[in-house]
């Protein structure tokens, strides 16, 4: 990273820390041959999901693979819930008394822009009527109620939109969370195992059992297959030949890219997690274009042409400050920002083991330090008054569809596999959602093989 006069703290090395990845109890492997109704390779926090709900609908027999050997996009501490996806979520409270472990932190959330910036989220608010506000922010209403936030170089005309609805989760106790309501709905015959799924093959045109090979070479059957796999889905799809059967739904499936990003985690004192920022929601802030054109290199977007990138490209996003325990980073309370263009993978020749190679290189890395430069820059504009004691940037990916939605997708000649991909790096936060509209599909799956 070049120097830069406006610097305070140290970037300490993030590498692949897989920091208080607090995994809960895993079963033993099944004997190989072993058959289930369903199996679920992921458990992250779309897997996890979709496994407890076909529980919750009548599987039993379910099989779940947590992958160790595979990097997760979800492989943090906090990951925004926008405030659509946690309004009316009321059955979160009830998931995390049942399962006794807590996973979601109401904060609100705040996005800070140009008119057109904020109208798009309050538009969305409006719609579905959740409870929120909006002011310039030279308002007083606005100054009062977030005293952390700078109003210097902010654009005249600038206004914000906020809620106390939003908040985040913790993807790592949100999944601890669903394995253990899936143990109970499938009155203990659903199990997560450690291993991870190398090859998927449909049962074929005559209904066989899909089968589903484990890294220790043991094959399992099931009646349908779950790839939740976040950004391994396509390329281990591709690789078991389930994207070029020439159906044109799975082609449109194969377009699913990765994306490389890059966070910034700036530790805090705890003098100033309580003091300063103890109001602080979570933000989504379109940055100035005097601020984005100062950081010290800009960079075209290569993926250019979507929405949601061009979005991305201009508008970064800000948690509050969350503890990690260490010991990566160390032990202390963050705030992460993250944003910026995206960098696409490249496609060309892809293979399931270039792609694992890359993926891995990429997550062991400190992440891309052009971007981690231009975020220090902005999290400075926004937050002048602030001590930050370190900075530490990470890799992270998503997968992204050319359509800018998430990509459910029956593939397989026995139409026995459904993959999901394409979280366009929101995911985790309507993750039960999504599992619930994924679950109906493979029950409506597991009832159309069903003898009759
Ligand atoms: C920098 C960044 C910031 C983000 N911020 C937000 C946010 O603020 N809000 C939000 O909602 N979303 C956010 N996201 C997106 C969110 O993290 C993803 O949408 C979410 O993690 C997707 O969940 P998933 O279960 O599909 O995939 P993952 O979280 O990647 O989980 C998949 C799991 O499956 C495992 N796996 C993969 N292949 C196999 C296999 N073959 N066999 C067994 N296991 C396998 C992986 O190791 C992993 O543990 C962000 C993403 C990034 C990168």
Do not use: E, Q
């Given at each position: 990273m070049a120097p830069s006069t406006r610097r305070r703290g140290t970037r300490v090395r993030a590498g692949d820390a897989r920091e208080a990845a607090t995994r809960g109890a895993r079963d033993a492997r099944p004997p190989p041959g072993s058959s289930f109704d369903v199996i679920v390779l992921g458990n992250g926090p779309i897997g996890s999901a979709v496994a407890r709900h076909v529980c919750a609908l009548g599987a039993r027999r379910v099989l779940v693979l947590d992958s160790e050997r595979l990097t997760s996009g979800s492989d943090d501490l906090g990951r925004i819930v926008r405030p659509l996806d946690a309004e009316g979520r009321d059955e979160w409270t009830d998931m995390e008394q049942r399962s006794g472990t807590t996973f979601f932190t109401k904060r609100g959330s705040l996005a800070i822009g140009s008119e057109t910036f904020v109208e798009r989220g309050a538009s969305r608010l409006r719609a579905r009527d959740v409870a929120h506000r909006r002011a310039k922010t030279a308002d007083d209403a606005f100054g009062e109620r977030f005293t952390f936030f700078t109003r210097k170089d902010v654009p005249e005309g600038y206004e914000a939109v906020w809620d106390d609805v939003g908040g985040y989760v913790n993807p790592h106790s949100m999944r601890e969370a669903q394995n253990a309501l899936m143990r109970e709905a499938s009155e203990g015959n659903a199990m997560v195992v450690r291993a991870t799924g190398e090859r998927v093959e449909s049962g074929g045109a005559n209904g066989d059992k899909c089968t589903v090979t484990i890294d220790d070479g043991s094959a399992y059957t099931c009646d349908v297959c779950v790839m939740a796999c976040g950004y391994y889905t396509e390329p281990l799809a591709r690789e078991c030949g389930l994207i070029d059967d020439g159906d044109e739904d799975a082609t449109r499936f194969g377009e699913v890219r990765i994306a490389r990003r890059t966070v910034l985690l700036a530790e805090v004192l705890e003098s100033e997690v309580t003091g300063?920022?103890?109001?602080m929601p979570t933000i989504k802030y379109e940055v100035p274009r005097a601020i984005l054109d100062a950081a010290r290199v800009r960079r075209v977007s290569k993926g250019a042409g979507s929405d949601h990138s061009a979005n991305e490209a201009k508008s970064v996003y800000v948690l509050p400050p969350i503890y990690y325990p260490g010991p990566v980073p160390s032990a202390g309370w963050y705030v992460k920002i993250g944003g910026g263009p995206l960098d696409y993978f490249d496609k060309t020749d892809a293979s399931w083991i270039k792609t694992e190679r890359e993926l891995a290189e990429w997550m062991s890395s400190d992440g891309d330090e052009v971007v981690a430069d231009q975020l220090h820059d902005i999290l400075f504009h926004m937050f002048p008054g602030i001590n930050f004691q370190s900075l530490s940037s990470k890799a992270c990916a998503y997968a992204t569809s050319s359509d800018g939605s998430l990509q459910v997708q029956t593939l397989g000649v026995g139409r026995d596999v459904i993959a999901v991909a394409g979280c366009q790096g929101k995911g985790a936060g309507p993750a039960d959602a999504i599992g619930v509209d994924v679950a109906r599909v493979v029950i409506d799956r597991l009832a159309a093989r069903a003898p009759p």
């Open positions: 300063a920022l103890a109001g």
